[in-house]
T-cell receptor, first 112, second 116 residues
Framework: AQSVTQLDSQVPVFEEAPVELRCNYS??????LFWYVQYPNQGLQLLLK??????LVKGINGFEAEFNKSQTSFHLRKPSVHISDTAEYFC??????????FGAGTRLAVHP | NAGVTQTPKFQVLKTGQSMTLQCAQD?????MSWYRQDPGMGLRLIHY???????DQGEVPNGYNVSRSTTEDFPLRLLSAAPSQTSVYFC???????????????FGNGTRLTVT
């Protein structure tokens, strides 16, 4: 069965520092991979997605992620974070026509 | 642009009570779904629908019913609420081909449900 593991439940970081949020997935078939962001008291918004092609995917707000098939990973990175990036981030894998499986989430806390 | 609208925002129920969480979207999306979000567990799929009259179960369907009589609406019913159903519930919609470039999930702002 497909699954998603987010390796860090919380990531504290100082403003303007780089950050990496880690995501591993398990699947026996080709996958589509996503990162979503959730700001307090809101629903989730799509940050970026990998469907096929280039393994480096760029998203909104300066985030990017790299698909690594051999390591079954899809880590999210940003070279310099802002206070406004404080949120919860979810990695997700599409397991077929109509289902997204989400990881448990990583809470990113950016400190001044 | 209304997007996905969920009502109510907050609800408190007693064990055994029933209620319906409402979800409406105005984007003509065929696909609609319900997730519950619990601390440390991410989002888990409850039920989904690929069009009017068509519904199917997700990962955690027990205790919940759905129907899809129109494209716009996808209500979630709790027939007899239990404390284990205390959670934040999100409705999401997209075009039907979930993994394609043009169909990210659009989420509502959630309903926070407490069952005492």
């Amino acid at each position: 069965a497909q699954s998603v593991t987010q390796l860090d439940s919380q990531v504290p970081v100082f403003e303007e520092a780089p950050v990496e949020l880690r995501c591993n997935y398990s699947s026996s078939v080709s996958v589509y991979l996503f990162w979503y962001v959730q700001y307090p008291n809101q629903g989730l918004q799509l940050l970026l997605k990998y469907l096929s092609g280039s393994t480096l995917v760029k998203g909104i707000n300066g985030f990017e992620a790299e698909f690594n098939k051999s390591q079954t990973s899809f880590h999210l990175r940003k070279p310099s974070v802002h206070i406004s990036d404080t949120a919860e981030y979810f990695c997700a894998v599409s397991v077929g026509y109509n289902k997204l499986i989400f990881g448990a989430g990583t809470r990113l806390a950016v400190h001044p | 642009n209304a997007g996905v609208t969920q009502t109510p925002k907050f609800q408190v129920l007693k064990t055994g009570q029933s209620m319906t969480l409402q979800c409406a979207q105005d984007m003509n999306h065929e696909y609609m779904s319900w997730y519950r979000q619990d601390p440390g567990m991410g989002l888990r799929l409850i039920h989904y629908s690929v069009g009017a009259g068509i519904t199917d179960q997700g990962e955690v369907p027990n205790g919940y019913n759905v129907s899809r009589s129109t494209t716009e609406d996808f209500p979630l019913r709790l027939l007899s609420a239990a404390p284990s159903q205390t959670s934040v519930y999100f409705c999401a919609s997209s075009y039907v081909e979930l993994g394609t470039a043009n169909s990210p999930l659009h989420f509502g702002n959630g309903t926070r449900l407490t069952v005492t």
